[in-house]
């Protein structure tokens, strides 16, 4: 009877996700989280959140067992249920991850690679969204195979069109949006759904096709305009080329660092300049098996520090911070390298 017990259950759970509930019913705590709270580059996950916290495990795509808030995994399952009937196979890859987990991941990075490096490619502990619980990353089953990396999905717009369809009758959203970068701070991630427990929030922001920020009247701008900018003169590089390159420097400001900086101020650094700097840009671009580039432009900048910065110093002006940025003639803008002077 066991034996049978065991086959029927596996049977039963072979297709679909494993999961474990925990155990623990020691702590059972009463006050409940706040399931639209907002954890992202400007906003702290609260501090008591961890502790209110109640963590189920699961297998993910990948047979590692991790943890999801118990509600949000409740709806999950039968949101992939309800997709499975139209033929799309959802899988989740990550899902949380705690503060101190983050603290040792960046203290990692930190002494392998140095700070610049740490604060573009690691989240500062305290502002993913993903130590809530309520973040989930997914991944996709296609043609019994899996499809998991970012550049992948992003090309499965049929596939996630369903599944973006469904996410607000099991209380998820869709956090960072196409086109709204410069609300979120992050790029476009259509695997990245959110766990808002409540219908109709989750229907009023699915059907708008608005953020979170703005559903909750925190969206911030970011830099964009050229007020602060400086062209200067050149004869080698058109208005709509330096322009460009700007454009590639907002990028970074925006998206790559953690906190947007403010007060940014940038200058072209004159034709000499960049001419002198082409050397280095070809060995740059050679270095990294790029195309060769056969063009350099130079800019410096200056900005102010967040209050709430937890890299650089906090409140502090920023000058001489310079850009070196390279292309092939025709090609776009690439960031080479860029420091203070
Ligand atoms: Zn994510």
């Not at 130590?131 to 899996?146: G, M, Q, R, Y």
Request: with cysteine; hydrophobic share 40%; aromatic share 18%.
């Amino acid at each position: 009877m066991k034996k049978l017990f065991l086959s029927l259950f596996f049977a039963m759970f072979s297709f679909a996700l494993v999961w474990c509930t925990n155990n623990e019913s020691q702590n059972v705590d009463e006050s409940r989280l706040d399931y639209l709270v907002l954890v992202n580059k400007q906003h702290k996950l609260p501090d008591d959140w961890e502790w209110k916290l109640n963590l189920v495990e699961v297998q993910n795509a990948y047979d590692e067992t991790i943890q999801v808030e118990k509600e949000a995994l409740e709806k999950f399952k039968e949101l992939r249920e309800a997709l499975l009937e139209e033929w799309v196979d959802i899988e989740l890859d990550s899902v949380y991850r705690s503060v101190s987990k983050q603290q040792e991941i960046w203290d990692e990075f930190l002494e392998k690679y140095g700070e610049e490096y740490t604060k573009t490619y690691v989240a500062i502990p305290w502002f993913s969204e993903h130590h809530t619980a309520l973040a989930l990353d997914i991944c996709l089953i296609k043609d019994w195979e899996l499809i998991y990396e970012n550049e992948d999905m992003v090309k499965e717009v049929e596939i996630f069109d369903k599944v973006h369809a469904k996410l607000a009758d099991y209380w998820f959203i869709l956090r960072y949006l196409e086109g709204k970068e410069d609300i979120t701070w992050y790029w476009y991630e259509p695997w990245h759904l959110r766990y808002v427990w409540d219908v109709d929030v989750a229907k009023t922001i699915m059907n708008q096709w608005i953020t979170l920020e703005e559903y909750l009247g925190e969206a911030e701008n970011e830099v964009s305009d050229y007020d602060g900018v400086d062209f200067w003169e050149s004869a080698i590089y058109s208005e709509l080329d330096r322009q460009d390159a700007v454009d590639t420097i907002y990028g970074v400001i925006n998206y790559d660092w953690e906190f947007p900086f403010t007060d940014v101020k940038i200058s072209y650094m004159w034709d000499d300049f960049s001419k002198d700097n082409l050397n280095y840009c070809k060995e740059m671009s050679d270095a990294n098996n790029l195309n060769a580039w056969d063009e350099c432009i130079v800019f410096t900048s200056s900005f102010q520090i967040p209050k709430d910065s937890l890299v650089l110093e906090p409140d502090s002006d920023i000058s001489d911070y310079t850009w070196y940025l390279g292309r092939a003639k025709g090609w776009e803008w690439k960031i080479l390298t860029a420091w203070f002077n």
